[in-house]
């Protein structure tokens, strides 16, 4: 006995065009009201990303724009960008209530707590970022520097790095929600998953060398949290494969009847 999808009726492909250029646009219109709010606070805000290397340098050092435009754009950029990440939940809802119609309830079921925990993780992955890795990155690259190099950082470069950064973390961190997406989707099994956990922890460093400045401090701080992920991951995992086939039996038993 199939599910139903929602109450919604059919709709034409130009319905559904219209509905996804209206969503675009209060998307777009979310970016755009949290940015007007944040634009005056851009320089205070650079100053709060830029403190964990501010804390970090030598004495009488400072940083520097080389850009002729360098002290407008580098706090423009950091805000827009800010505004995008504050304004996700709104938009992964837009997304959400797009779709929604066309999918079968047990799949609503999962993919609420499933959007929620993605952004969740997200921000969890730059706050770990901004709060342990950052400080004892720069700390480390600081004191690094040859003798008679005065660290003095661009700006710019540095809005780049550490923004690359906050992505590479955030996207690590929804490494639970992709272990569920394979399981719920029988494209694998938390049991084989269980059996690679070794290339996994392999793995994990890999990434973490390839996503993080060549320190071992570093790479080790993205390592430990996504082999823990992929534990908790295997977990909610566990719980996804049992409902299906908890479901899966009452299905066969309504049909039976």
Do not use: N
């Not at 646009?25 to 320089?43: G, N, P, T």
């Not at 940083?63 to 805000?79: E, R």
Request: aromatic letters at 12%; glycine letters at 6%.
């Amino acid at each position: 006995m199939s599910e139903e999808y929602g109450d919604d009726a059919p709709q034409t492909l130009i319905s559904h065009l219209l509905e996804l250029r209206d969503r675009l646009l209060k998307a777009v219109i979310a970016v755009l009201v949290v940015f007007l709010c944040l634009f005056y606070f851009s320089r205070e805000l650079y100053t709060l990303v830029a403190r964990p290397l501010m804390d970090a340098m030598p004495v009488g050092t400072q940083m520097i724009a080389t850009g002729v435009a360098s002290p407008f754009l580098a706090p423009f950029k950091l805000t827009l960008y800010l505004s995008i990440f504050a304004a996700m939940p709104f938009i992964l809802h837009q997304a959400w209530a797009f779709v929604a119609p066309g999918l079968y309830k047990h799949e609503k079921r999962l993919a609420v707590p499933l959007l929620a925990s993605s952004v969740l993780l997200f921000y969890a992955g730059a706050a770990f970022a901004y709060f342990v890795v950052f400080p004892l990155m720069f700390q480390f690259f600081t004191t690094v520097a040859p003798e008679g190099v005065a660290v003095t950082t661009d700006i710019s470069s540095y809005l780049d790095f550490v923004l690359a950064l906050f992505l590479a973390f955030g996207v690590a961190f929804e490494l639970p929600i992709a272990i569920v997406l394979l399981v719920a989707t029988g494209i694998t099994t938390v049991e084989k998953l269980s059996a690679s956990r070794a290339y996994v922890v392999v793995g994990c460093f890999v990434i973490g060398m390839l996503l993080t400045p060549p320190d071992i401090v570093s790479q080790t701080l993205l390592a430990v949290p996504m082999w823990l992920l992929f534990e908790i991951g295997l977990i909610f995992g566990r719980l996804v494969r049992r409902q299906q086939v908890e479901r899966q039996e009452q299905e066969d038993a309504g049909d039976q009847d």
